[in-house]
Every structure is written in C-alpha cells, then in structure tokens.
C-alpha cells in the first residue's frame, strides 16, 4: 500500500519568514495530493491540493509543488503569521479523489513573533 | 464545501461502556467515512460508511468493535464498543464531495478511564 513520510516534525519559523513542508509517497500510481491544517481542538481543514497533471498551485501565501518523478511533493507558506501556527498534514491517493487518502505524520508549525 | 456538524463534541467514558458518535453533513455526498486520530498521532481510516449497507472497514478495524450506520446520504453513526482505555482518541467524520475533496468534522474527543 501506499506510504506516505513527511518532514520535519517540528518548524519553528519568525513572522514573515517562509515555511517548507515536505513528503514523500511510495506508491507512483498516486494522483491526488491535498493538504491539511488542524488547529489545537479542531478538525482538520483543506487548504490547497494538487493533482499530478499540475507540477504546482497557488493560493495567495499558499503554493504546493508536486515532483512526481521524484515522487515528492511540499508546501511553501511565504510571508508566515502567528495563526498559520498549527499541525500540518500531507496525504496521497491514487483514486485521483480524497478517497482511500494516505496521510503523513504530520508537521507542527510554530510562527514566532 | 460540505458543513459537517459531529457530536458528541467530547466525552468521558467508563471502561467496558459503549458510545455512539453522530455525524451530519449539510448536503448529499458521495462517501463518508470516520477516521481515528490517536493523541499526537496522524489520521487513520476506520471504515467507509455505506448507504443502506454495511461498512467498508480497513486492515485492524473490526464491526463488533466499531459498528456503523449510514441510513440515508447526510447522515452516519460510529459507535465504539466495550471500551478500554486504549480507545482514548479523536474521531473523526469525513464527506467526499462530488468535486472529489474530502472535508472533516471538528471530532468526537473520546476519554475512556
């Protein structure tokens, strides 16, 4: 089955600095790739996703590249602020849709002032 | 997007007691499942709720330990059975809309003592 890994763990970064979340897929027959964001007490939310006929997409200070020979795919945050802080998921699926995701282990985002 | 409302939103549970989660989705959706996320942990699927059928339930998901019920196209219950400590988690409800996105509910926090 699919696996997915996610770096880092853990990201400390200062007001309007840029993060970079990445993950790694194992299956190559994955096509669908969204991201989530879950704030302490809440449910995860969708923020942006990629499929592979697009290598990138961009949401305002959210983009998501995909590599997909590389089988990799990140998130970049430009210009961070205190409420980006939160846990971010990466997942995967080769429905082409959100069913039968695969989800990374997560990343906890802290935004300093 | 899809407006899910769950409840319980939390609960403290009894070791060997039962308790069944409701979820209700603001709109007809194609799929619906309920996803596990154990203290500091990343998502796992339980099981795909089917219509007027039974449940879908992945590898380590058993229906004596997590029945479940989708009556009609807006609404499922998961229901955790005899529960032991180790069931202490966040459960979540999950739509798959028509655009193939898939949208949470805000989670059922569970504390079996």
């Known amino acids: 089955g699919e696996n997915v890994e996610q770096h880092p763990s853990t990201l400390s970064v200062q007001e309007g600095d840029s993060a970079v979340i990445k993950c790694t897929y194992s299956d190559s027959a994955s096509n669908y790739f969204p991201w989530y964001k879950q704030e302490l007490g809440k449910g995860p939310q969708l923020i942006i996703d990629i499929r592979s006929n697009v290598g990138e997409k961009k949401d305002q200070r959210i983009a998501v590249t995909l590599n997909k020979t590389a089988k990799h795919f990140s998130l970049h945050i430009t210009e961070t602020q205190p409420e980006d802080s939160a846990v971010y998921f990466c997942a995967a699926s080769f429905t082409g849709t959100a069913s039968k995701l695969t989800f990374g282990t997560g990343t906890r985002l802290q935004v300093t002032l | 997007s899809a407006v899910i409302s769950q409840k319980p939103s939390r609960d403290i549970c009894q070791r060997g007691t039962s308790l069944t989660i409701q979820c209700q989705v603001d709109?007809?959706?194609?799929?619906m499942f309920w996803y596990r996320q154990q203290p500091g942990q990343s998502l796992t699927l339980i099981a795909t709720?089917?219509?007027?059928?039974?449940?879908?339930?992945e590898s380590g998901f058993v229906i004596d330990k997590f029945p479940i019920s989708r009556p009609n196209l807006t609404f499922s219950t998961l229901t955790v059975s005899n529960m032991s400590p180790e069931d202490s988690s966040i459960y979540l409800c999950?739509?798959?809309?028509?655009?193939?996105?898939?949208?949470f509910g805000e989670g059922s926090r569970l504390t079996v003592l």
């Open positions: 999950s739509v798959h809309t028509h655009t193939g996105e898939l949208f």
């Open positions: 709109s007809q959706v194609t799929m």
């Open positions: 709720a089917n219509q007027g059928s039974e449940a879908t339930y």
